[in-house]
């Protein structure tokens, strides 16, 4: 079985940055994509951004275009997600999500068949 471990979360201001990882571990897997989405209070779970090394293909949300950068390590599954100049909307719990077969959008919740337990982001404001 597949885990998915976060870690970074916590209280930042708005303005601050923060670094979310996430580790994949388990029997052996290799990532074709993985990704980052986000729950707000009383909102669905949202694309934020995903990575395909093998593909060369990176995706961003348009709410973080140009704030938050994906990347990672694909031999180790491990991947990052860099927050900066975070805002008060961005308060969510992170959800880092993998997939070891081709995605179509990259950026839809159903690709995705592991997730991880999530990871609280509490911007103030």
């Known amino acids: 079985q597949v885990q998915l471990v976060e870690s970074g979360g916590g209280l930042v201001q708005a303005g601050g940055s923060m670094r979310l990882s996430c580790a994949a571990s388990?029997?052996?897997?290799?990532?074709?994509?993985m990704a980052w989405f986000r729950q707000g209070p009383g909102i669905e779970r949202e694309f934020v951004a995903a990575i395909s090394w093998s593909a060369g293909r990176i995706y961003y949300a348009d709410s973080v275009k140009g704030r938050f950068t994906i990347s990672g390590d694909n031999a180790k599954n491990t991947v990052i997600l860099q927050m900066n100049t975070l805002r008060p909307e961005d308060t969510a719990v992170y959800y880092c999500a993998a997939s070891h077969t081709h995605l179509a959008t990259m950026r839809t919740r159903r690709e995705y068949d592991y997730w991880g337990q999530g990871t609280p982001v509490t911007v103030s404001s």
């Open positions: 388990g029997r052996t897997f290799s990532a074709y994509a």
